[in-house]
């Protein structure tokens, strides 16, 4: 079990950038494979990047590739992402994800049963 709280989200111009936060709650984090996916308007639940239980590998959406970067601090029970050149189709509600020994494909949304509440990212065009 395990809950988590997104933070970081608001208002960015395009072209601009910003950093989100998914804080965890226990002491096993580093067993926890994270990921995050996001949520258009009238769109269905999109995955974006995953990361490891230690950090070492990491995958992302072809559409954020070059882009965003995931991160981790296990001491700090902490994930990160971190949005550069943020585009206007980038707008959307960004959820935290985590699955520890996850079973299916990591761009699945069925693969992690932990989510948070999600927090808006809103980009201006």
Partial sequence: QVQLAESGGGLVQAGGSLGLSCAASGRTFSNYAMAWFRQAPGKE???VATISGSGGSTYYSDSVKGRF???RDNAKNTMYLQMNSLKSE???VYYCAAAIRPAGSYYRATTYPYWGQGIQVTVSS
């Fill in 90 to 92: 980038d707008t959307a």
């Fill in 45 to 47: 639940r999109d995955f």
């Fill in 69 to 71: 970067t995931i991160s």
